[in-house]
């Protein structure tokens, strides 16, 4: 079990900043990799970066592309998701997630573990 807490949500204004955690703990060591994804209301849940522990290759959504940045401390089982120039349309649930295997790392069903979940809103 890989357990995964999230933390750094909150309510800020269009074109502001925010850095959102996601704590590793458990049997870290069968994770190859960290995703981020996102849940709008009355949307499906989407891709938003992904991360390798080894190596740290990344990947990111287009529609933040150039905006957040995905990195990770090794040390501390610990993923970051630096957001800038946030928009209203990034308003939703950020959810962080632990994968086991390789494969497509934009494939929420591919992920094995879930945090909680917290919330960004962005206001115009």
């Known amino acids: 079990q890989v357990q995964l807490v999230e933390s750094g949500g909150g309510l800020v204004q269009a074109g502001d900043s925010l850095r959102l955690s996601c704590a590793a703990s458990g049997r870290t060591f069968s994770s190859v990799a960290m995703g981020w994804f996102r849940q709008a209301p009355g949307k499906e849940r989407e891709f938003v970066a992904t991360?390798?522990?080894?190596?740290?290759?990344?990947d990111y959504a287009d529609s933040v592309k150039g905006r957040f940045t995905i990195s990770r401390d090794n040390a501390k089982n610990t993923v970051y998701l630096q957001m800038n120039s946030l928009k209203p349309e990034d308003t939703a649930v950020y959810y962080c997630?632990?994968?086991?295997?390789?494969?497509?790392?934009?494939?929420?069903?591919?992920?094995?573990?879930w945090g909680q979940g917290t919330q960004v809103t962005v206001s115009s």
């Open positions: 991360i390798r522990w080894n190596g740290g290759r990344t």
């Open positions: 997630a632990s994968r086991s295997s390789y494969g497509n790392y934009r494939n929420l069903y591919e992920y094995n573990y």
